[in-house]
Antibody, heavy 121, light 108 residues
Framework: EVQLVESGGGLVQPGGSLRLSCAAS????????MNWVRQAPGKGLEWVSY????????YYADSVKGRFTISRDNAKNSLYLQMNSLRAEDTAVYYC??????????????WGQGTLVTVSS | SYVLTQPPSVSVAPGQTARITCGGN??????VHWYQQKPGQAPVLVVY???DRPSGIPERFSGSNSGNTATLTISRVEAGDEADYYC???????????FGGGTKLTVL
């Protein structure tokens, strides 16, 4: 069964840092592009970042560029999101999602269950 | 930046057809993907590449894309279809993923 499981969320103060992880199983992780998508409480989906299968190509939303870093460890079947200089507006459920059919430009399937990040003093 | 516009809400009676639109500048030239999200759950892909359906998604779900509008059509709507629906594209000019604002489907 294809599965993605996020972890690492929690409560952090403004200006703080957090590292999210996404453990993949049930497929050849190193063959797929991956994305992070977030959803603020009661709001819609917002794309955050993309990483190619090898990790050589990376893109970020303007709202997180310079503060967040996406990375992957294909040997460990894991995706990461290092979040620095966190702001209240970064409060959201963060989902990892496998991309198919694009380079980038494909669709996201499946998604993990999400991990909640709360930025508050 | 590229913007996708969806109606905030659509209401339909059981058994009828729901149409959810996604507007964008020349969106017909892009591949559009649609997701269903029920409360407290992660999004689920229901249509990809404008009109293809993943395995396990009922044939009642279909999509189209032309000009400045993409449409998700749900035929013979059931109570279980009540959810938020999001369209998504990749904007190659900015190398950004883009989601529409979402549409809440209410089954009357």
């Amino acid at each position: 069964e294809v599965q993605l499981v996020e972890s690492g969320g929690g409560l952090v103060q403004p200006g703080g840092s957090l590292r999210l992880s996404c453990a993949a199983s049930g497929f050849t992780f190193s063959s797929y592009e991956m994305n992070w998508v977030r959803q603020a409480p009661g709001k819609g989906l917002e794309w955050v970042s993309y990483i190619s299968s090898s990790g050589s190509t990376i893109y970020y939303a303007d709202s997180v560029k310079g503060r967040f870093t996406i990375s992957r460890d294909n040997a460990k079947n894991s995706l990461y999101l290092q979040m620095n200089s966190l702001r209240a507006e970064d409060t959201a459920v963060y989902y990892c999602a496998r991309e198919r059919g694009g380079s980038p430009g494909g669709w996201f399937d499946p998604w993990g269950q999400g991990t909640l990040v709360t930025v508050s003093s | 930046s590229y913007v996708l516009t969806q109606p905030p809400s659509v209401s339909v009676a059981p058994g009828q057809t729901a149409r959810i639109t996604c507007g964008g500048n020349n969106i017909g030239s892009k591949s559009v993907h649609w997701y269903q999200q029920k409360p407290g759950q992660a999004p689920v892909l229901v249509v990809y590449d404008d009109s293809d359906r993943p395995s396990g998604i009922p044939e009642r779900f279909s999509g189209s894309n032309s000009g400045n509008t993409a449409t998700l059509t749900i035929s013979r709507v059931e109570a279980g279809d009540e959810a938020d629906y999001y369209c998504q594209v990749w904007d190659s000019s900015s190398d950004h993923g883009v989601f529409g604002g979402g549409t809440k489907l209410t089954v009357l």
